[in-house]
């Protein structure tokens, strides 16, 4: 057993350091884990305990008799707890001296103390205190804001739904109201100044709050779509009004409900679970029996939980209201325009007054094709939630990266995964269940149609009938992956192949229908999954993986050996650096937007130069470097990566470069080395218009190397086009929505504008293709041969 850190105090004669004290209540659960441990494998837990006390090693005595595996088990157990038994054993009750008496009061407050404290943090599931030594004192400064956020605004809630029924407390307190807001600004706006002040932290402080959702608000992060669905619901609650959530199967319809109830009133909501057999009794009540005193008999009132809700002053909510039948659901017309002092007439138990906090959520799937069981809203209900319905769409991906983090988070913060996984296949899987779910919702997109070949001739696109993947499904699987680590640490498959199994699982199973899972594989391969498995795993077609995307992606045998061992290659990825983390450049984004907001067209770009100019070398090495940087880490992982220095040699025309010499020299020290167009490195792309982008389809070259397309393509285009290199490969990665759609042809596209030395020291030429949803981006060895899917990028002179 490992030392403790901390010691064994002396009450009787030194004061308790609250920091540092061993924590009494902690170290007895474990024991008791312990002995229950001993007690399962049939071993006296009690006589084991005396050996170790009486210094006698239970494997020569307690454990004498028992057969091997129960005796070798059992000695490591006996070990544990000797471990801790001796830590029990320094617990002493300080004594009053005068008296010469126990001092109890002091050892109750103590140990309530300690057990308050363990309690806490085996229920947050985080060691707060590890994750605040580690992002600073920002996560105080955050977590105190937060803390006062939602105290303002959840008093100005109860006292806004007061007033509403109350016209002299509202005008009592229409300057306390007042205050309320003045503090709401001042919060949020230094709330605001924290955030873009350490962005960092900020986004760390938030992973940390969708950690602790997760295991304390019924599994729910709360994140920005969460947040504002439960605004959404509070503002009915201020005016009383019930509030009908609708959205598609597995959005989370019911857990949002829940954390409404409890973030608004401090309760847990009273649950109505519809179904075509529940009766009105079931949620008004009914009269029951109980014995009384002399062997009689009385009756008793006995409340369902819309009666419970309305008499406690609570939330009710009715999940899947409309799994009634239509006969079933009129009967709560009465209920929905009653507001907090009205009396309901509870059938069987007479008068009901409603209490402050009353409401009413429902959830529904609507009725539709996916749900023709359910019923429709008879006209009178459906006219009650025409202002007061919200629609719970699935989370986005990026929200559902976060979610991912949160969910493999150590208790101080950190994720044990590689850095090719973080950086791709956690990204990738996000992208591939937002597509799974458009596809559920309607059809596959237009992109994605495209890309798997799934479209046909009139542009109709194929859609899911069962088959979806929510954040229950994700849920299950890092959980399983969190006990498969847990129980083979040091033997567990790599994550990539893991989560290949665990999708294998899904698309195996046969209530799901055949066209369902086919088309669920296409878009997962399409995203470059399922790499480690077969359509023959999968039951599926030979045929599932054949369009050019999914062969792209699932290469060859060496290929895959490499994906499995870099998945392998597991770091310990603190907070920090997951707070680093921006697969699909959010951040760069949304700083551009900003500053987009506050310039002009003329400053928005003071630098910029036109087409054709030389551009300063600081500047474009400041621009490209970070964005290069973060594509080795991606590539490569965070170990390897330390070994690039990604640095602008010379801003080189490609006219002037030795191609053929290039493709042979190789100088590992020199990684991350990279060369750019002096007539495209600083151009604002922001300016050129999409149909100046030539892309050129020099198929007649395959077979050829890389170094020859490159001088083909200088003799025979740099009279009229400029040759793009990384800066508008980088430009298009970032802005996909504005690239133009002969980039998105499921093609690799090269940026012979710039060439880029790999690990090894070669060079490479940037390259990329559209995925779907983005571009790939990637880079093809000089001395490599041209393929008939390759293309070119110019820009029109």
Known sequence: MKERIGRVPSPETEPIDQENEVNFHEVSRERAALRRSLEELGISSTAVLEDIREGVNPAERSLKEENSIVRTLGKKI?????????????????????????????????????????????????????????????????????????????????????????????????GVLGAVREEKTRIETMRRQEEEGHPSEARAFDLVTYKQGLHEEGHLAATPSVKKAVHEIGNRMIAGKPMFLHGPTGTGKTSLARYAAKHFTGKEAEMVYCNPQTREANIWGKTGIRPAAGGAIETVDVYGPLARAASEGKVVAFDEFNALPKEQMVFIKGVLNAKVGDKLNIMGNGMVEIKPGF???????????????????????????????????????????????????????????????????????????????????????????????????????????????????????????????????????????????????????????????????KILASKGLLRTVTAKDLGLPATTFEFDAAKRARGNEQAIAELKERSAKESHISIKELAELDPWNLRGKKA????????????????????????????????????????????????????????????????????????????????????????????????????????????????????????????????????????????????????????????????????????????????TDWDGSEFDPGVYWLAGDWDSDCRVVLLEK
């Open 359 to 521: 409401q009413m959520i429902f959830t529904a799937n609507l009725k539709s094709e996916k749900n023709p069981e359910r019923s429709d809203l008879p006209p009178e209900i459906a006219r009650e939630f025409e202002q007061n319905n919200f629609e719970i769409p699935y989370t986005p991906k990026e929200e559902a990266y976060d979610i991912m983090l949160a969910r493999l988070m150590n208790r101080d913060g950190s994720v044990d995964l590689s850095w090719s996984d973080i950086n791709e296949t956690l990204p990738k899987f996000c992208e591939a269940m937002e597509e799974v779910q458009t596809a559920y919702t309607g059809a596959v997109s237009e992109d994605m149609g495209r890309l798997t070949g799934t479209s046909d001739a009139s542009g109709k696109r194929p859609s899911l009938k069962k088959l979806v993947f929510t954040q229950g499904t994700a849920e299950n699987i890092f959980e399983a992956w969190m006990t498969e680590r847990q129980s083979n640490p040091d033997h567990h498959s790599s994550f990539v192949e893991f989560l290949d199994g665990r999708l294998k699982t899904a698309l195996t199973f046969r209530e799901y229908p055949e066209p369902d899972r086919a088309l669920t594989a």
């Open 592 to 767: 551009a937007q900003e500053a987009a907001q506050f310039l002009g067209p003329d400053d928005a770009s003071p630098d910029a130069h036109r087409i054709g100019e030389q551009a300063d070398e600081k500047e474009v090495e400041k621009e490209n470097s970070p964005f290069l940087m973060e594509r080795i880490k991606g590539w490569y992982g965070d170990n390897d990566a330390k070994k690039a220095k990604p640095k602008l040699t010379e801003l080189s025309s490609p006219q002037d470069l030795e191609w053929e010499q290039m493709s042979k020299d190789t100088d590992a020290s020199k990684f991350g080395e990279y060369t750019m167009n002096p007539e495209t490195a600083g151009i604002d792309w922001e300016t050129i218009p999409p149909e100046k982008i030539k892309v050129v389809d020099l198929s007649d070259m395959r077979g050829k190397p890389l170094h020859e397309v490159a001088e083909h393509i200088v003799e025979t285009y740099s009279a009229d086009y400029y040759i793009p290199g990384i800066e508008y490969w980088k430009y298009i990665i970032e802005h996909p929505d504005k690239s133009p759609e002969d980039l998105k042809d499921g093609n690799y596209h090269f940026f012979f504008g710039s060439v880029f030395r790999d690990e090894d020291g070669d060079w490479y030429v940037p390259c």
């Open 78 to 174: 006996a070990d544990e707890l000797a471990g801790v038994d001796k830590i029990a054993s320094g617990f002493k009750v300080p004594r009053d001296e005068e008296k010469d008496t126990p001092l109890i009061s002091s050892v109750k407050e103590s140990l309530g103390r300690q057990k308050e404290a363990a309690e806490s943090s085996s229920t947050k599931w985080i060691d707060e205190g590890a994750i605040r030594k580690e992002i600073g004192p920002s996560y105080d400064t955050l977590s105190t804001l937060a803390a006062e956020e939602m105290t303002v605004g959840d008093f100005e809630l109860r006292t806004l739904r007061e007033d509403k029924n109350d016209s002299y407390a509202r005008k009592a307190r229409a």
